[in-house]
């Protein structure tokens, strides 16, 4: 039931498992032109193609609003579900056990994971269910006509809603206090390092949480937001150049590494830093090349204080927040047999008929 | 002293909750029990752990009926704030044993008194070490209660040697108090009761288990292979009961689990994990009560529609709301026939008894594979929690049925042609396939909201028809896979009776009573699933008079079958029990004599 929608003309080309780009696109998207969420969905197709994932190996998961729609926008060759408004979380609990090989990617907003989905979130999080789970973080709801999120800047002002008095939630400071194994904050107008960090996520055993801004052009798109392309463009500051590394390409490609040219020039004239790697636990590589200093992602003290820095001081922080590569995954806690559970048979799940005796006799 | 009454009365006993007192309890119930008189235990507690009044009654009967008493003529008073209460309590000629340093008044002279030096027993016995004084000091009216009414001390030790997994400290801790007791009664206390036990042989070949136990059992030999729920009463020792006999039976010879049991945040966590476990293929369940129900609902509505399977066993409470969390009820069935928003039919299975508990664990399975849809299973705080006496469990006697998944090599066959949503064969129910299909044609995309038949988004007025048409045409096939209903007739029935679940013994012993002081005969209708069947429409045609037995307030089951056969409407009288407890058999006849003396 894929929709591929083939190229006309030249020969495509493809990947190391043998797939062309149009092999992980999915559906046009009906979002607003402009959105945050298309230009994400279009890093994700860009990412998984890159990153030879196999499209049946993904398991696409959303809730309910304008970014649980994103999943029909991309890779038609995985199953998806979309859930219901702040439950995805648990859905994809149950149903990555089916098979301990697959990779959850999930997709929620700042109104399903910070407001309604609150409870699901961090509990995903102190799981460390084996899935991307990225934030399309705009701090509005788009799908039912501008009302605040918690994520929403306090003394945002939305037509029908006035004024809005309470603080944002920070989605990457919740996912940290959770004990997330992988966080990253991320602006999709830097495209190139959503798609990197998407790459690095995708390597990543456990949870990995995106909280990635991405502006409502329709409802939350004014200078003085947080959630604006405005803001985004004059205030990102990224604390690395990210690049990930499959196992497959080798050490060699640490040497031969070139800084990733940002679409949006971010400093006039980067510092030249430190290059740190953070290998994962299937022999891929994070490689982070520090800007003005260096930064320890795999920190968590520290990665709470470049985010309270963030706010203190008004700008939008980008790149790996926090990693820590080797925590076991949810799957991996529950001894299970090497064959995926839901292709056991009958004979694997129903106990021989002389246990019933045995189990009679444990009775009174 | 009058003529001596011989297995058949009404044991209860009066404790502070969380006094140790249910390991006395079950040991005189167990004791019973393989004295082979037919015997019940009800554990009446109230929501909490240390201090508030319980009790336990305990019903001996001859004849087998094991219906709920109100009747007490045994009386075991052992705490001094209902005790009071209890006094009064004792029926006329019965006998009242009390812990003897509660020092209140005791007026009565129609019943024999027993005081019970508790304390003094449990100080005296050098070998009790004082922590665990109060836990043994319940040992002491079980040894005197045997003494008085003749229970076998050997039975009682070995009631002991179950509960204590045969650990030879406690069992001889708990037996020296127990010896204690009886040797006491023994050389102080004359009999002016006339009750008595008696050995029988009529619990040869009989287990005595708990409904909860019965359910994680029988969904582990259906397979379960998911299971996530959240702590509530009545419903945890369910999922404890996984977490106990799952590595027993379910592991492979290298120890590998085939199962993962997950305790979730809440329930809507709980259920949301089972809905994605039984939608990528997995044997997936839940248990929980009235209140986790109602956490429930939303992703039960997202089950039923975008079909996917999942059992869910709702061990029911007293509700509305926190309602009367330790008391049993059957306030859940209208809520459940069509648990959510729109339009929704539910499949419900209602087990008649322990051993159908059994059946029904691995039962609900099968049918919701086969018809990819929520299977909501009804049992009770009383099922659930007491110790029954029960038929074995049997062996599953039919192999599982998966329903219609495709795999690799059907979509080889199919050449990739299939719509998740299509209806191939005409039965309402399609085919799915499952996530790690590594067909490139396997995957589509599940949602709640309007689908076409290959699963793609749709707002069309026609799509949203024909997918609600089908749901109810899947809903007309299931009939033919659900257990059908339990009827017993009579010849000269003056009237039916419908029943469900644990109103079973009560109605059995209601009809026999009515039968037996009253001339009048019954036909008996248990009802063991939802939707009704054509024997459920059929028993109420070919009766005038249809009394609906059910322990709710309004009679759900007699408006949902109301509702069902309109044309009968009239013919279906409510018989509703709502405070609490178990109807007993003598309040079900009482209600029917009222209804027929009209």
Known sequence: MSEALPMAGAAAQVNAVGLSKNDYRGNPTTLCQGCGHNSIANQIIAACYEANVVPEKIVKFSGIGCSSKSPTYF??????????????????????????????????????????????????????????????????????KGQFSATADKGLELKKQGTNLYLPVDICMEALASRATFVARLFAGNAKQVK????????????????????????????????????????????????????????????????PKPEIVLEADMVDGEIREVALHDGSRIVLKALDKDYDPTNRLEAMRVLEDAHENNYLVTGLIYVAPESPSLTDLYNLVETPLNRLTEKDLRPAPETIQKINALMF | MTQRIVNDFSITVGT???????????????????????????????????????????????????????????????????????LADVAPGGAFFYADDIK????????????????????????????????????????????????????????????????????????????????????????????????????????????????????????????SWYPITPASSLAESLNEYLPMLRRTPEGKNTFAVVQAEDELAAIGMCVGAGWAGLRAMTSTSGPGMSLMTEYAGLAYFAEVPLVIWDIQRMGPSTGLPTR?????????????????????????????????????????????????????????MNQWMSEPFEYPDRPMDRGKVLWEEDLERLKGDWGRYRDVDGDGIPYRTLPGNTHPASAYFTRGTGHTPEARYSEEPDVWVAKMARLKKKYETAKQYLPRAVIQTVAGAKFGIIAFGSTHPAVEEARAWLEREHGLKSDYLRLRAIPFTEDVSQFIAEHERVYVVEINRDGQLQQLLSIKHPEHATRLISIAYSDGLPPTAKWIESAILEQEEK
């Open chain 2, 104 to 227: 209140l008044p005791i007026q009565r002279t129609d019943i024999s008194i027993y005081p019970m030096p508790v304390k003094q027993l449990v100080r005296s016995n050098p070998e009790i070490p004082a922590n665990l004084r109060d836990l043994v000091a319940n040992m002491v009216y079980v040894g005197i209660l045997a003494q008085m009414l003749g229970i076998d001390i050997e039975k009682i030790e070995l009631a002991l040697k179950f509960h204590f997994k045969n650990k030879e400290k406690p069992v001889a801790l708990n037996m020296s108090m127990v010896k204690a007791g009886a040797e006491w009664a023994a050389a102080h206390l004359t009999k002016t009761d006339p009750f008595y036990v008696e050995p029988m042989n009529k619990t040869e070949g009989l287990i005595m288990a708990d409904g909860n136990t019965a359910a994680a059992l029988g969904a582990i030999y259906g397979g379960v292979q998911f299971a």
């Open chain 1, 196 to 259: 990197e960090v998407l790459k690095a996520a995708l390597s990543h055993k456990g949870i990995a949480v995106l909280d990635i801004i991405s502006p409502c052009v329709t409802f939350n798109n004014q200078e003085s937001s947080y959630y604006s392309y405005s803001f985004g463009k004059e205030r990102e500051d990224p604390l690395h150049d990210i690049s990930f590394h499959a196992a497959s390409e080798g050490p060699q490609s640490t040497i031969s590494y070139v800084p």
């Open chain 2, 328 to 384: 049993t009820s059957q306030g859940d069935v209208a809520f459940v026939a069509n648990m959510g928003h729109g339009d929704i039919d539910s499949l419900i299975l209602l087990p008649g008894s322990i051993k159908e508990c059994f059946e029904f664990g691995w039962r609900a399975f099968d049918l919701a594979e086969r018809l990819q849809t929520p299977v909501y299973v009804l049992s009770d705080l009383d099922f659930g």
């Open chain 2, 16 to 86: 502070p909750n969380g006094s140790g007192s249910s390991t006395a309890n079950n040991t005189l119930l167990r004791a019973l029990f393989k004295m082979g008189i037919p015997v019940s235990g009800k554990n009446l507690f109230p929501s909490n752990i240390q201090g508030l009044p319980t009790w336990y009654t305990i019903r001996v009967n001859k004849d087998g009926f094991i219906a709920r008493r109100a009747t007490h003529e045994i009386m075991v008073a052992m705490n001094p704030n209902s005790f009071t209460r209890d």
């Open chain 1, 75 to 144: 890779l038609n060759r995985s199953f998806g579900f979309n859930s219901l408004h702040g439950r995805m979380p648990s859905l994809a609990t149950g149903a990555l056990f089916a098979d301990y090989r697959l990779k959850g990617l999930g997709v929620s907003g700042d109104g399903d994971t910070a407001s309604i989905g609150m409870g699901q979130f961090k509990h995903i999080m102190r799981r460390n269910v084996n899935m991307v789970y990225i934030v399309e973080n705009n701090g509005v709801y788009g799908l039912t």
